[in-house]
């Protein structure tokens, strides 16, 4: 991979940790748009526009460098959750998540110049049953607060995933493996 160095634009820190684990050498530019989803907006178009937006809006800031951005969504019942407004959301969302298979969807987009690329990666993921005791206990850990689908699989809330179906990183927050293709072509 010819890149040596690129722009993430997110404040993210598990994307951080992410790209760190890789090999990937990046500087962090957060890009500030709205993320409030379009009516009707389909989620895979959704975290796409995200995505693309936030790559465009940090690209014009950051020349000779190639921009890196993303959004991740939980879809579950056919909702949208992105990150509980309080503990209450959160515990609406885990009940939707508990004993029931959801889809978590990340758009990619990466800048370089004038080309721009962007994908979507969907997993899906697969809760146990939760009681309300169980619920309760994860929300107080603090762990869903900042969350797109009020839990992180990484931490507390990986004693509740019972199987996944694709890229496990993509749950984190990144598709690794479809960054580093995304990277690897921009050298063709």
Request: proline fraction near 5%; charged fraction near 20%.
């Amino acid at each position: 991979m010819a890149v040596q160095r690129i722009i993430l634009a997110s404040a993210s820190p598990r994307r951080a940790e992410l790209l760190r684990a890789a090999g990937i050498a990046f500087d962090v530019l957060p890009a500030d748009v709205d993320e409030t989803p379009h009516p009707g907006e389909l989620p895979v178009a959704y975290v796409r526009r995200l995505a693309e937006e936030k790559a465009r809006t940090v690209a014009a800031s950051a020349r000779n460098y190639p921009v890196l951005a993303a959004d991740t969504t939980v879809v579950a019942d056919g909702q949208i959750l992105g990150k509980p407004a309080d503990d209450p959301d959160a515990r609406r969302m885990l009940h939707l998540l508990s004993g029931a298979t959801h889809d978590v969807i990340t758009g990619v987009a990466l800048v370089h110049g004038c080309q721009m690329q962007a994908h979507v990666e969907t997993t899906s993921v697969a809760f146990i049953e939760m009681n309300d005791e169980e619920i309760d206990w994860y929300v107080s850990t603090g762990e869903p607060c900042d969350k797109a689908g009020a839990y992180a699989i990484q931490g507390y809330a990986s004693r509740f995933i019972a199987r996944i179906d694709g890229s496990y990183s993509n749950v984190v927050g990144l598709p690794i493996a479809l960054v580093y293709r995304m990277l690897a072509s921009l050298s063709d």
